[in-house]
């Protein structure tokens, strides 16, 4: 317990330099590539999430999902690539594959669906490589260059507001 504690406290130093770093690109071209960073602790309607993307015209395999869980279980078998606490060193850096790949890709969007402060979350969010990034309103505004004032729950909603701002950005 004291170590998941000091784990957290080192993860929210490191996001904390990491977030100076900040570059904030220009929207202006199409949307072809999308990064999905979901929070499933509480959360659970991530495939409505990407029907409502797809019914909004974008490819579904130009969409790429990581899942975050607070409690992960070996044995069973999840539907999207899952991480936890353990799948990330006390630096912030990933211990899979699938998660590095992930940040390291270059999406035209990253939509961080999650509304809960977790250093985890917020450091992957940071560190990913995406052109834009668009989030939750109660999440920190550092972070995201769009904030959606929403409840995770209205996931309609969400991806609703999303494309009409994007709609009026071209």
């Known amino acids: ?5 000091l784990k957290d406290f080192f993860i929210k130093k490191t996001l904390k330099n990491n977030l100076f770093n900040v570059k904030n690109e220009v929207f202006t071209s199409n949307i072809q590539t ?3 960073l979901i929070d499933e602790s509480n959360f659970r309607h991530s495939k409505a999430i990407i029907k409502e993307l797809i019914s909004k015209g974008i490819d ?4 790429k999902i990581v899942v975050y869980r607070n409690k992960f279980k070996r044995k069973k078998t999840y539907s999207f690539p899952t991480f936890t ?5 006390w630096r ?4 899979v594959d699938f998660l590095t790949e992930f940040i390291e890709t270059e999406f035209d969007l990253l939509i961080s669906y999650y509304d809960v402060q977790k250093p985890i979350l ?3 969010t940071n560190k990913s490589k995406a052109k834009f990034k668009v989030g939750f309103a109660s999440i920190d505004k550092n972070i995201n260059r769009w904030m959606i004032n929403t409840s995770l729950e209205n996931y309609k909603l969400f991806v609703f507001e999303l494309f009409k701002y994007l709609k009026s950005i071209k």
């Open 34 to 36: 999308i990064g999905l």
């Open 85 to 89: 606490k353990k799948h990330i060193d």
């Open 92 to 95: 912030g850096n990933s211990k």
């Open 60 to 63: 579904s395999d130009r969409i």
């Open 1 to 5: 317990m004291f170590l998941n504690y």
């Open 122 to 124: 917020k450091l992957i």
